[in-house]
Structure formats: C-alpha cells, structure tokens
C-alpha cells in the first residue's frame, strides 16, 4: 500500500522570504510523504537574494524558486492542499482564497527577515530558516493518520506558538 502524500502551501504576503523557506525546507524534509508550495497575496515577483544565499549556503537546493501569486493555486487545475500555513501576521488577517478540498490552516508566524537592512540580515534569515525548520520538524512528527481534525487542528496552532512566533501567533493561545 502507498503512503499519501500531503499537499502543503505556505502563505506570506510577498512570498519572497519566509513562505519560500517554508516550501524549501518541507519540500526537503518532508520529501516523500509531503508535497509542499509557496505564494503570496502581493507577490514581490523575484525571492529575495539573501534567501536564496542563506538556504544555498546551507546546502539547499534552490533552483525553480520563484515568486508567485496565491490565485495559481486557487483554480481549476491547481493542487488540493491538506494544510496551509500563514508564516506572515499580514497574510494571516488577509481574505484568502477559498481553497479546495478545505485544508486545515495554521498560522506559523515569524518576524520578517528581510525587514532587517545590514549586518545582522543574514543572521535574521538563519534564524528565520531555524524557526520554520523546527516547526516542520514537529509538523513531521505528528501522527497525521491517527489524529482526528480537532487534535490536528490543536496540534497545528501549538507549534505556530514555539520559539519564534511573532506577537500574533502568541496571542492565537
């Protein structure tokens, strides 16, 4: 028998920075069991270059990545996700799209790294790659199969508040 595979998205308003991690590193250590994706509201069109430095220099594939507009994925055609995680305060509060299938959602929100202008840029986007790192990390972990939707659910929103979380997801509590 095949094990499923769950379709992820990862939300940002500008999927440039944090959305685009999110997918990089789901799509690396979730590989086999999770499919994952990344878009924005109001796309920047290009993923910043510190992003891509930062997860190039430690050894992550970034070749493809791009930035997108959410509306790729909420047509005809388009892949059904099992879950959708806001890694952004902005996109949380946003109107989404209504999304097929009806995913559970969570909101993973982490500081901007690419607010950050000088020296201590490259340091924001190492932490910002750690703190969605041990997200998924947890995310991992979970007995999908074997939870029901209101333990998933209660599961989700617990790991948006660890070490990381903006003022927002902790007020989520």
Not at 57 to 65: E, K, M, R
């Amino acid at each position: 028998m095949t094990a499923r595979t769950y379709n992820v998205l990862f939300l940002c308003t500008g999927n440039s920075a944090r959305s685009i991690i999110g997918e990089v590193l789901m799509n690396y250590y979730g590989a086999g069991r999770f499919r994952a994706f990344s878009a924005g509201s109001h796309p920047k069109g290009e993923v910043h270059p510190m992003a891509l430095e930062a997860l190039h220099g430690l050894g992550f594939d970034t070749s493809g990545l791009r930035s997108k507009s959410w509306s790729e994925f909420s047509g005809a055609g388009a892949p059904e996700f099992d879950f959708i995680f806001t890694v952004c305060d902005n996109a949380a509060g946003e109107a989404c799209p209504v999304w097929i299938g009806h995913p559970m959602t969570a909101h993973w929100g982490i500081e901007d790294p690419a607010a950050v202008e000088g020296e201590g840029q490259r340091q924001a986007f190492i932490d910002a790659i750690r703190f969605l790192r041990r997200r998924i990390e947890l995310f991992l972990e979970l007995p999908l199969a074997n939870l029901d939707a209101l333990a998933t659910a209660r599961k989700l929103k617990d790991i948006g508040q660890i070490e990381g979380a903006t003022s927002k997801a902790e007020a989520e509590q």
